[in-house]
């Protein structure tokens, strides 16, 4: 089947009903267009509508409005096409039969879809191979730790060798060395199969930057921006970002700020080990940084250190929805 | 067509499977399963002989504990099977692959009977052995067919009771409690439904449950053959593709509006 486009929305909505009918939009007008090969990544807070979308990409959710395509077929009509050719990871699952061993449970996923017995075995085997899992294939799922449990998770959305795989927050919660491993593995499946098509959604902008070959960024059901790294860095090409340090812990200094009229793009963070609060902000001018230095002086706020910095996604997000995603 | 029933079997195959292994793999489910089940029918069995009832009764008794026993499959083991691979997070694994839900359910109840026929089994053996309850080996074939019979229609009722599991979740539990007493007291567990009064029989005869609990009993108890049976195979050869069309269509339905209201991944409800 010809088809240009690995994933395509089309005016893509979903609203759920909460208290007294009250209508909440998860997702509004959603209009993404993923290719073949790439590594796609969804930036957004928690409740931006991320894993909604993926839910009706995977067909675990109907859309209120709009059409969904994955490899050309249609999301609500042609579902099990769909189911066939995609595979969902979710960073913090815990799905499978805590009773049975690693092995176990991922020989019964091969099942599910018609794998013979033998070829099914042979599938677990090759799976625990390629993520390194011989040390923990014939324990049971409830007492793997979480870097383990997040391995099988991934050997579990291989199992049917996906040409769509969905990778919903993959890192999270996970240490260092996992979370490093996880990424490149990511990098791996794309470079074995340049068929394969990967969308990722996450929280933490270095990994969407690291990993990703263009970047959707979401902010309350709405794309808000699309496009690769550096052409979303670019967006703020005109601007310039500092980063300032004050002395003492003010959580709400970047609220303050906002008031008092400067940038929108302002995001605060206090760390109690040192006693500083650290901004980074997007200003339009140095003569703007120059006066939110006078404010922060003429409040009585004590500025330690005032520098420019390199915008990263970071900023991207900042500008356009006003806050960190951790702030969000 | 052939491709999806081979899946639906390899489905079922599978599930059964995780139920079987990992389901004696807690030993502590001979307990629950086996002896306290026993208990129950004892202390019927020994109510009867106290009251001096004829020795048929105790066998009245044994076939209803043990018949009863898949009724309980059917709703807790079956029923609400979806509602706690829901909770687990296995059904949002499981609906994003093609393998059918009624692949799921029957593995879940081919498993299920694994454990159940043991504890059936333990029932009748105690039952004859403990309590000298006697049963006529003619009326076998007989019984054996009215037992599948019956187990095909009350799964299909166990599907439709799983579709309503799947929609309504912890919900579903009044659902299924409904399903569990009053079938026990219409069902004629521990007597013949003949002391009620007709409407009640007629009501009765309604549940598969009593119909082949009462075609096994006079078969194996009073020794009827296959045509004196007629009528219990008939009606529950009709209440079986009624009981399948039905459950597919609820299945169907449910999984559609949990699709639409977002309940399919909703957990803790």
Not at chain 1, 20 to 27: C, D, S, T, W
Not at chain 1, 278 to 285: G, K, N
Request: hydrophobic share 45%; glycine share 8%.
């Amino acid at each position: 089947m010809a088809f240009m486009y690995s994933i395509e929305t089309i005016e893509l909505s979903r609203t759920f009903k909460r208290n007294k009918g009250r209508l909440i939009y998860a997702l509004r007008d959603v209009n993404i267009k993923v290719r073949k090969g790439e590594i796609f990544g969804l930036l957004g807070p928690n409740g931006a509508g991320k894993t909604t979308l993926i839910r009706i990409l995977a067909t675990l959710l109907l859309p209120t409005s709009g059409k969904a395509y994955v490899l050309g077929y249609d999301v609500v009509g042609e579902a099990n096409k769909v189911r066939e050719v995609i595979n969902v990871v979710s960073g913090g699952e815990r799905s499978g039969y805590g009773i049975m061993t690693v092995k176990e449970n991922l020989w019964y996923f091969t099942q599910l879809y018609g794998l013979s017995r033998r070829d099914g075995w042979r599938k677990v085997r090759e799976l625990i191979e390629l993520l390194g899992m011989e040390d923990f294939a014939d324990i049971r799922l409830n007492r793997l730790s979480t870097g383990m449990i997040q391995k099988y998770n991934l050997a579990r959305g291989l199992i049917n060798d996906p040409k769509v795989l969905f990778l919903d927050e993959p890192t999270l919660g996970l240490d260092v060395e996992v979370a490093k491993y996880i990424r490149r593995l990511i990098r791996k499946l794309i470079k074995e199969d340049p068929e394969r098509t990967i969308f990722l959604t996450t929280h933490y902008m270095a990994e969407a930057e690291e990993l990703c070959d263009r970047i959707a960024i979401i902010h309350k059901g709405r794309i808000v921006a699309l496009g690769s790294p550096e052409q979303l860095k670019k967006m703020i090409c005109d601007e310039l970002v500092y980063k300032l340090e004050v002395k003492g812990i003010y959580s709400k200094l970047g609220e303050r700020l906002k008031e008092a009229g400067f940038s929108k793009a302002v995001s605060s963070k206090s760390d109690i080990t040192t006693g500083l609060t650290s901004l980074r902000m997007v200003l339009s001018s140095e003569e703007e940084a120059e006066e939110v230095v006078k404010w922060l002086i003429g409040s009585g706020y004590k500025v330690i250190s005032i520098s420019k910095v390199e915008p990263s996604l970071e900023d991207v997000f900042l500008k356009l929805v006003g806050g960190k995603l951790s702030e969000e | 067509m052939r491709s999806r029933i081979t899946l639906l079997l390899k489905v079922a195959y599978a599930r059964a499977y995780v139920r079987i292994k990992g389901g004696n793999r807690e030993p502590s489910w001979v307990v629950w399963e086996i002896l306290l089940p026993l208990l129950a029918v004892a202390s019927v069995a020994y109510t009867y002989m106290i009251l001096g009832a004829p020795r048929e009764y105790i066998g009245f008794v044994v076939i209803g504990g043990a018949m009863i026993s898949y009724w309980f499959n059917v709703i807790w083991g079956m029923g609400n099977a979806l509602y706690w691979e829901k909770e687990t997070g296995n059904l949002e694994t499981f609906m994003i692959t093609p393998a059918p839900l009624e692949g799921l359910l029957l593995g879940m109840a081919l498993g299920g009977m694994f454990n159940t026929t043991l504890r059936a089994l333990s029932i009748v053996l105690v039952g004859t052995m403990a309590f000298k309850a006697s049963f006529n080996p003619s009326g076998l074939p007989a019984a054996f067919l009215i037992f599948v019979l019956t187990m095909v229609a009350l799964y299909s009722l166990g599907m439709c009771i799983a579709s309503i599991f799947l929609m309504y979740s912890r919900s579903g539990w009044r659902a299924a409690e409904v399903l569990q007493e009053p079938i026990m007291f219409l069902s004629g567990l521990y007597y013949p439904i003949s002391i009620f009064p007709t409407l009640i029989q007629l009501l009765a005869s309604s549940i598969p449950l009593t119909i082949g609990m009462d075609g096994i009993r006079r078969s194996l108890l009073l020794g009827y053959n296959l045509y004196d049976l007629r009528f219990h195979v008939i009606s529950l050869s009709v209440m079986i593709p009624v009981l399948a069309y039905l459950a597919k269509r609820m299945l169907r339905y449910m999984e559609l509006r949990a699709k639409v209201e977002g309940r399919l991944t909703l957990r803790w409800m």
